[in-house]
């Protein structure tokens, strides 16, 4: 595949739930996304808090989806370096799946996919892929931290077609 990008992936951060504590008594949590080596996304900082609402939109352009999303959150710390408060990879195949079947109409909420937790995920709990409108799906994830001792991230993701066409769902090949 050329290096052009098949798409955007909007990644809505919306919030952290019970994450840990990284400084007296509580955080400065904020959330970086990577894609491969070339792409990472912030959030703004939320001081003093380990329930953060975020509720911010970060824009991955995506060339391969086969390259790693990984979501990370740090507790920002201004006299030192900035604490890891766990992170989660973000699985975009089984959304990527549903947008290939080219589905035409549907009611507004249906659910085209659920997505159950598993050792293959970092799924809280089941997510579902549902259709919006027109050709648009969105998925729903509350993820699970890993290397930490607890914490959940709420997103939401979101595929942007650059190329619309008669055929809107040009994607990468996975």
Known sequence: MDQRSAGLLRIRVQKGIDLAIRD???SDPYV?????????????????NCNPEWNDELTLSVTNPH???????????TFSGDDEMGDA???IKPYLECLALDIKDLPHGT????????VNNCLADESKVV???KGRMVQDMVLRLRNVE?????????????FPSSNSNHLPPF
Not at 111 to 118: D, F, L
Not at 150 to 162: A, Y
């Open 150 to 162: 607890k914490g959940l991230v709420q997103i939401q993701i979101e595929w942007i077609h650059i």
């Open 24 to 26: 007296i008594c509580s």
């Open 67 to 77: 390259l790693p999303i990984k979501l990370t959150v740090f507790d920002r710390d």
């Open 32 to 48: 970086v996304i990577t894609m491969g080596e070339q792409q990472k996304l912030k959030t703004r900082v939320i001081k003093r």
């Open 131 to 133: 259709w919006i409108s």
């Open 89 to 91: 990879d973000i699985d």
């Open 111 to 118: 659910a085209v996919r659920k997505i159950q937790p598993g």
